[in-house]
Structures are given as structure tokens and as C-alpha cells.
């Protein structure tokens, strides 16, 4: 171990402020000209009113936290344990050292074993600010050493980002990194000097240094003519200044994407995953760097820790092929059966993972199954295809499986409540004070909508035998269909069967089903299957070895890689094959490299010529891959095939995304910078994200203002704190003012489920894991907002029907869009040359402007606050919130 008070000493030398530290003794202190500030571990008073510490009842972690401002008020802890969700956790007591966080560690489920992760925030969940130099820190209890009571205790100091082991700052000698950058080159670092340190190869020293001068970095060259062997061990062993030792496995994950590995693994093969044919049953999974691989196949494919499971099964060696393929071939045909593979290399001894190939599993996606897909064909299967849209007609509809059919208002039947039995229900029906409303699928048929994207369907680290909402960014299995979504998560073919009965009811009602996919993370990179597999390569990593999290999720997949490249893309040709989808939604697609997103869009259009596939251009955190090499927003010129949101101009109507909620934009009367909001919205409207060399077609733009993600425009209206809950049908005018902006675009409209009924979540932002009652569309919402429906249908079908609004980039972005001179009206005129028809849009915000347009000549199609009884003429009055579709021909 190594003090480091030192450091103490500066910070304190440094500072000037002062918060009335408590010192023992008698006698009367003058007060000094600049208040002395406290030293950690002296007693200070802290300002927030917690109890003095007193130990648990049961072992526990204490954290005590120490700032030299003694301020505490607003700041807790963010606490989660390895591959499971976070949660916050407050400061609980205080003690010499400052204020504590003292939890039992029954509070987890294993935290010695998975290890805790932890943030100290200030804020809460607005997160306004984080401490310790704001990265993830991750608590080792290994470096620590228990109390007589089985309580660990960590230091911390605020500003600071070691983490201590004793109120002296004491901190426990590590390795912080170990890797090979270079085939023949060790580099590593540790946090306190090694005197002494030996590079093992399978447990035999090939290079080291007895007698160093205290470094805490090594970068050396491997001996003459020696380089990594992928198939070998490699460990660090340092002793340290203070005269302990510690050692570390050498990471190979820097060497994964060189020409080295890839000319040893790479595997073009298409025949990863289960196979069965006339000869038999065959499993290939691709694992290079292990030892020994087991097949595993179970009767069953619930684990015996289940009420009901079994875990008898059959055990068979595979045997190692070309490029780090392991195979076993039985002559029986293993329908119906479920399997898993058990893995020995140099990270893990026999574990048990599921196949990432799987195609299907069994509950909770503990096994894999092997699935007769022919049998779960529905009837009219063979005549079911994708429906060619050109996508600039397409208005795609965003739902939740079980929001659909969750809500009381939800009248089908109750087996069918919140799984895709539910989603594709017809006849169901609300009724109130005599008024009659359609709901579930028929609502969504009525709008005239030609795509429906779904959240996360595939199988997530979610519990199927007791679910509870989740909107699905939590991926485990990416093959296999969520089973919580069927009527019988225990047997692999009912969730196939039933999910290809929805995609053939929603095509039957001219709808495509677009898939929400999450390959940019897993729930938990450590211990699951890609990383058992092959540990570190499917991920990202920074430089000391931790995993990136350009996610926000704790990791990020290295979709540059060649393996997980060929997986991504594997994975979209089957669900596109298969369950005969019109496309993919990508989420976080800044953290996916270009060139992926290039070759997986043009596999899937091979399958698919008119898939449609788009995604999120930003990553949700900081990540290794170079922005030049990323599907961000600024490399949209460079788009092959695929699309992004256009977050810019949902910003220009209302402020969305990272605004805070206060913020105005052009639909709630922004007044301030207001050209800045019209540029945003007429870029837009002709399908250009932004100018430069970013998103500037409207086959690669997708326009939206709200989706799952932050509030809905009631919510997002109400927040601004300009706008009440009693202005009903002002909130209603705003609301379809907004979409009309979207719908009358060039490029893809998008639409959040519920808007056209003034769908409110109770203010909740971020619902990914709020209750159903937040989630549901309550259908009651279409009979307390009639007019609503009707709007969103009549433009739905402008969208949908008017080329006015599919035109080619050449066209769009000739399109002459006029804003008034004080903002509140915007107007532009499209010509349908084939036809000769020029059609006439005009939006006008709240701002109390009397505006008037010459409609002379004109056939009015719609108005938005007075349907098709409009009068219009030379001076027709355009109102508040209003927008009117006109046409003539030429």
C-alpha cells in the first residue's frame, strides 16, 4: 500500500475556502482573515441533516465521501452491480470523514462476486453534474479488506479518482492495464511504481526486469522474432514500491482488429449457429481462442431453478476446425430440443453460454432452441411480402408492444392484454357515455399509417415468468424473440408463431413492421455469451482496459471488428428472411462505423430491395471509434442506402431532446432567435437535417418531434410551465400543428403512438422502465379529443398519397418556403410535374398575428381548425395554430 496524503496537502495549499471546521481542545481560536479549510478526515460540519454513523446489523459498504466545501445538499450516489440495473442510493450518515453512504450488502445480490459499479451525482436524475472526474468507478472488494463485522469501507474524495482503502488515503497496488498494442509489443501501467515485473506465457517467463526504478508504466518489445500467439496465456506479474505484488492477465483485445488475427479467424462461412437438414443436426459456433468447447442439449428449456425446469441433458465435445470453428454433427433431426455450449480459455473455465446464433430460446433465454421455422408458419405465409414503399411516402407509427393493449381502455381479450396476440386483436372497442372508438389494431389501421415501428422485440435480460414494463434496450439474445410478448415463454415456437401472425395481420391492413435494434450493447458485456466466447472482442475498450461506453449502457460493441461486423449483419439478413420485416431502426447508430452500416444495408436490400433502415445518428457517451469512421449525423453525406433522424427540426418546433423543458421553440412561440428555429424547420421540410456535408436528402432524412424517448408534445407543452392542463383545445391545435410540420415534409414521417389522441405519460421523460399505467395509450383520450383523429388521418393520407411530398433531393431542395418577417407563418408551394399539380402548404404558430394568404384558383383539401368547410379566397385568414392544404392544377 502507498499514502498518498501529499496530494491532500496540495489540493489544501491550493484552496481558500472554508466551512467552520470543529477542532478538539479548549480555548478560543481568532478567526483568520480566510476561513481554514478542512483536512479529510477532520471533522467539519456537512449540511445536510444525516444521523451519526452507528454499523449495520449485517455486513455492508460504506462509502465516505469527503468535500472540501463541505457542501452536500443535492449530491447521492448511483450504485449498480455488474450486468444488473443502477439505482440511486443517498448519503445516510455522517462521520469525521464527511457524510456516509452505508448500505447492507444483502442490498445486491452478489457484489463481492460481480463487483459494484458507482457515480456520486449531484441532482438526482437530472444528473447536473457528476464527481470523482465523472467517470463509471468500479469498486474491487478484492483491495480491500473486510471488518471484524464483514463491512468493507471506501474513501473517496471530491475531485479526486482513486478510490481509498483508509481515512490515512492509503490506495491498494494494481495493475491498472495490461495489453498488446502491437503483436510484439507488452504495454501496461499500474498506480503505484513497480520495482520488479514478468511477462508469463503459459505460466513460463519470456521477458521482464527484476530491478526497475519505481515506473508505473511499461512499453516493451517482445524478445527478437517473438510475437503474440493468440492461442497461448499471457499474465503480468509486478511487485510495487511498497513491496506488494498483484498480477494481471495481458489483454489481446488491441490485436483483434489487426491484420494478424484476421488472417489467422476471420470466418466467411454462412453456416454459423444450428443447421438441420436430411443427415442431421449440425452446430458450428465460432470461439478461436479457447481450449474446449461442449455442446450441451437439453429436453427442456427451462433450468431446474425454475418451477417445472429440468436440467438433464447431453454433453458432447466439439471439435476445434479452420478459423476457430468448433462443430458437432448428430444424425438425428433435434427439433423441439434446446442447447447451450460450455467454454474453456484463458477467461473462463467450463461456463455455460447460449449460442449467439440461436434463432430461438427457451424462458429467459437461458438455452437456445432448435426451431422447425416451416412449422411455425402461419396460413397465406408464402403470400406475404414486404409492401414496396418508396420510403419518402412512408408515415411510420412508434409503439411499444404492450402499450397497444395495456391500458383498461383496451377491451379485447384479457389472455391477449400486452403480447403480440393482443397488437394484432381486431374488433376491440371503447366505450363512454354512449361515443364508440376504435382501439389496439384497429385504431392503428384507421390512421392510414404504411409502418409501424416496434421497440425492442427481440429477447432481452428480462424476467419472462413475472414481466414487468420495459422498453427493451436491454439485449440478450439477438436472434430470438422476447418471450415475455408470448402466450407461452417456456415453449421456443410460440413466440415465432405468433409474432409472424402480427407481421401478416399488419401487412394484410397495408403496414410494414420495422424492427428496433439495439447492436450497439449488450445488458452486461462481462459473462455474457459474445464475451465467454471470445473474451474481448466483440467490445470497445479504453486505454486502460475498462470497457468503453459510448452506450451510456456500461459497454459498446466494436461493430468494426470483422466477426461482430459479420454477426450484425447475419442477424438483419435473418429477421428480414424470416419474419418478412420492412426494415430496421437502428438505435445509438453514431457508436456503428460506416462501413458496417454500408455492408448491412446492402445484404438486407438484396433480401429486401425496398427495406427501409435508419437510426439514431449520435452515440449516447464518449467512444474509441473515430468520429471520421462513425454513422454520426456529420458523415450523413456518406450514408449508403440508410437514413437518420433529423433531431433539428424537432429542436426548430419545440426544443426536444437535451433542452431543458422550459425551452421554446417555433410551435410554443419562441420569440427570442426565432430565424434560427425557421431554418432549422424549412430545412426540414425539404428533407435536409443540416447544411454542410451532413444529412441533405430526403432519402436519408427521417423528420419527427417527439418518439419514445423524452416527453410527449402534451407533456413536452405542459413543462415549458407557458401552457396548462386547461387549455385543452389550445394543447390540441399545438399538437397537430407540430405533426402537420412532419407529415407535410419531404423525407420519412415519423410519429410517436398516441399523439393523435394527446397521449400524456404523466410527464415522464424517460419511461423505460415506468409502469404500464405511464406507457398505456389510453383510447378513452379519442373520445375526449375528437377532432384529433380526423386531422392526423387526413394528413397521414397527404403524406401518404401526395408525391408533392416524395420528391428527390434535386427537387426538394428547390422548393421556395416563405416565412413571414415576424415568424409566425411559414408557406411553400410544391408542383407535381407529372401531374401538373401544384399543392399549397401553410403553418401558422400562436404568435396573435392576423395573417392572410391569396388562395385564389385554389381547391382547399384541408385545414386543420376547420376540416373542409373552410371558406378561401384573395385574403383567406389563416388562424392561430393552423394549417391549410390547398391545390390547383397548372
Known sequence: ?????????????????????????????????????????????????????????????????????????????????????????????????????????????????????????????????????????????????????????????????????????????????????????????????????????????????????????????????????????????????????????????????????????????????????????????????????????????????????????????????????????????????????????????????????????????????????????????????????????????????????????????????????????????????????????????????????????YDQANDEVNPSFNWGYNPLNYNVIEGSYSSNPYDAAVRVREFKELVKAYNKEGMNIIMDVVYNHVAGAQGCNFDVLVPGYYFRYNDNGSYSNGSGCGNETASEHFMMRKFMIDSACFWTKEYKLGGFRFDLMGLHDLETMAQLTSAVKQLNPSAVIYGEPWSGGTSPLPDSESAKQINGNKYQGYGAFNDKIRDGLIKGGLAGPTELGWITNNKTNIGNDINMITRGIKGITAAGTAINDPDKTVNYVTCHDNRTLYDRFIATKKFTAEQDELLEKMNVLANAVIMLSEGTSFMLAGEEFLRTKQGNENSYNASYEVNELDYSLKIKHPRMMENYQKLIQMKTLSGALHLDQEKASAINIKASSDGSMISYKIVEEDINRETYIIHANGLPVENTVDLTGYTLYWSTLEGNAKEISAATPVGQYETIIAYRNL
Not at 446 to 452: C, Y
Open 1 to 457: 500500500m502507498k499514502k498518498i496524503s501529499l496530494l491532500f496537502m496540495v489540493a489544501m495549499s491550493l484552496s481558500v475556502i472554508g466551512c467552520n471546521p470543529t477542532k478538539g481542545g479548549g480555548g478560543e481560536t481568532p478567526e483568520p482573515p480566510t476561513p481554514e479549510p478542512p483536512s479529510p478526515g477532520e471533522r467539519h460540519d456537512v449540511d445536510i441533516d444525516v444521523p451519526e454513523l452507528v454499523a449495520l446489523s449485517e455486513p455492508a459498504v460504506y462509502f465516505h465521501y469527503w468535500r472540501q466545501d463541505c457542501t452536500y445538499t443535492n449530491w447521492d450516489m448511483w450504485i449498480w452491480e455488474k450486468d444488473h440495473d443502477g439505482a440511486a442510493f443517498n448519503f445516510n450518515y455522517k462521520d469525521n470523514w464527511g457524510v456516509v453512504a452505508a448500505y447492507t450488502l444483502s442490498s445486491w445480490e452478489d457484489p463481492l462476486a460481480n463487483t459494484l459499479g458507482f457515480i456520486v451525482r449531484k441532482g438526482g436524475d437530472t444528473w447536473a453534474d457528476k464527481d470523482l472526474g465523472g467517470s463509471d468507478k468500479y469498486l474491487d472488494f478484492s483491495l480491500f479488506t473486510a471488518d471484524e463485522n464483514g463491512s468493507y469501507h471506501v474513501y473517496l474524495i471530491s475531485g479526486q479518482t482513486d478510490i481509498y482503502i483508509d481515512p490515512e488515503g492509503h490506495v491498494k497496488g494494481t495493475i491498472k492495464q495490461a495489453s498488446f498494442p502491437k503483436v510484439n509489443i507488452l504495454s501496461a501501467s499500474a498506480n503505484l511504481g513497480m520495482t520488479s515485473w514478468s511477462l508469463r506465457e503459459n505460466g513460463v517467463e519470456i521477458m521482464g526486469n527484476p530491478s526497475t526504478k519505481n515506473i508505473r508504466r511499461i512499453y516493451q518489445t517482445l524478445p527478437e522474432g517473438k510475437t503474440v500467439d493468440f492461442a497461448k496465456k499471457y499474465e503480468l506479474y509486478v511487485t510495487f514500491e511498497d513491496e506488494t505484488s498483484a498480477n494481471a492477465l495481458v489483454s489481446k483485445f488491441l490485436l483483434f482488429g489487426s491484420e494478424e488475427f484476421g488472417n489467422l479467424y476471420n470466418y466467411e462461412g454462412d453456416d454459423l449457429g444450428v443447421e438441420v437438414d436430411a443427415n442431421g443436426t449440425t452446430f458450428k459456433v465460432w470461439s478461436p481462442l479457447s481450449s474446449s468447447v461442449k455442446l450441451r442439449v437439453y429436453d427442456s428449456g427451462t433450468p431446474a431453478a425454475l418451477t417445472g425446469g429440468d436440467d438433464t441433458h447431453q454433453e458432447y465435445e466439439m471439435t476445434k476446425e479452420e478459423k476457430g470453428v468448433w462443430s458437432y454433427h448428430s444424425t438425428n433431426q433435434l427439433y423441439g430440443k434446446y442447447y447451450t455450449y460450455v467454454v474453456t480459455n484463458e477467461a473462463y473455465t467450463e461456463k455455460e453460454t447460449v449460442d449467439p446464433y440461436a434463432k430461438s430460446a427457451g424462458i429467459n433465454g437461458s438455452r437456445g432452441a432448435i426451431v422447425n421455422f416451416e412449422e411455425t408458419n402461419p396460413t397465406e405465409w408464402d403470400s406475404i411480402q414486404p409492401l414496396p414503399f418508396d420510403r419518402k411516402e412512408m408515415v411510420v407509427y412508434e409503439t411499444h408492444v404492450a402499450d397497444v393493449t395495456s391500458s383498461s381502455t383496451w377491451t379485447g381479450t384479457e389472455t391477449n392484454r400486452k403480447l403480440f396476440n393482443g397488437m394484432y386483436e381486431k374488433g376491440t372497442k371503447y366505450t363512454e357515455n354512449g361515443n364508440i372508438v376504435s382501439t389496439g389494431f384497429d385504431h392503428i389501421a384507421s390512421l392510414g399509417v404504411n409502418a409501424v415501428q416496434i421497440l425492442p422485440l
